[in-house]
């Protein structure tokens, strides 16, 4: 699913999805924009495509931004579901992401979200960063979701990506990858991408709290004693947060994402590991 409303990114992020469609069952489109070319083009998308469909809540405000996001939960409670979370500007997924990040999740049910190896994320920056992957002229990276620099730079943002797409042009973005991350001390980090059993929100209804970044990575999983994790060989993009886009809107990185998207129709749906659990999955729960 993914709390959507702005067109542009999602145009790429469709794109992704529909070269992977063999591996997931439905996309969901959670409205949360008052935009009416936005919700017009949603509303389309659900309307060309039968795996695709727009989620409205009764009590939803989309002008309280992500502060309404946490309503939809209860939507993504299904005992029998798996469940993967990206944010609409999420402009470039590595081939078999959405396979990847289902297994890995289905594989490790210990934690409890488990996150994509996601670029331009301050936290999973921070990892990149100490694997000489980027260097910045703005400075060093933080272990911090809000770092001043992976969170707060756009000039940071855009040595960032052009870092990856140097990557990509040269199908080295392999090199990207790391062994699993585990979040030990119940890190906040951005929820770009990251996945979830049903099993496990049933528990709670899928009642997440209104700051539903801070609850879901650090309140929920101090409550329960069950830390986060990152899938290192999960790679996916991250486009902007508001306080990078300023910049990023006078470059031409969103261009370049699009340039190397897929074009091709959709791959028909196959054998995965993705919505419905085998009786396999159950019992490693």
């Known amino acids: 699913m993914t709390p959507a409303g702005r067109q542009r990114y999602l145009e790429l992020l469709l794109r992704h999805l529909a070269a992977q469609r063999g591996s997931f069952d439905e996309w969901h489109l959670w409205m949360n924009t008052q935009v009416p070319e936005d919700i017009q083009y949603m509303q389309g ?3 060309k495509h039968d795996w695709i469909r727009v989620v409205t809540h009764p009590d939803s405000r989309p002008g309280d931004g992500n502060f309404n996001i946490h309503r939809f939960f209860q939507y993504a409670a299904d005992p029998e579901c798996v469940y993967l979370r990206l944010d609409d500007d999420i402009v ?3 081939p078999g992401f959405v396979e990847t990040m289902f297994a890995f999740r289905v594989a490790n049910p210990q934690y409890f979200l488990t996150f994509g190896n996601i670029i331009n994320n301050a936290v999973i920056a921070h990892v990149h960063e100490r694997m000489g992957k980027v260097w910045s002229s703005q400075g060093r990276v933080s272990y911090q ?4 620099v992976g969170w ?3 000039p940071f943002a855009q040595d960032l990506h052009d870092a990856f797409l140097a990557a990509i042009d040269a199908g080295t973005y392999g090199a990207w990858h790391f062994d699993l991350w585990k979040l030990y001390h119940y890190e906040r980090v951005s929820i770009n991408a990251v996945a979830w059993l049903g099993s496990e929100f049933e528990a709670f209804g899928g009642a997440v709290g209104a700051d539903e970044e801070a609850w879901l990575t650090t309140t929920k999983p101090v409550d329960l004693q069950k830390m986060n994790a990152v899938c290192g ?3 996916c993009v991250h486009y902007a947060f508001h306080t990078q886009r300023p910049h990023l809107e006078t470059t031409d990185v969103l261009a370049r994402y ?3 998207a897929p074009r091709n129709a959709p791959a028909p749906r196959g054998k995965r590991v993705g919505k419905k ?3 396999a999955d159950k ?3």
């Open 277 to 279: 659990a085998t009786k």
């Open 283 to 285: 019992e490693t729960r």
């Open 152 to 154: 707060n730079n756009g």
């Open 233 to 235: 060989n999960a790679l």
């Open 92 to 94: 470039w997924l590595e």
């Open 45 to 47: 998308l659900a309307d």
């Open 258 to 260: 699009d340039a190397v």
């Open 145 to 148: 979701c809000m770092c001043p």
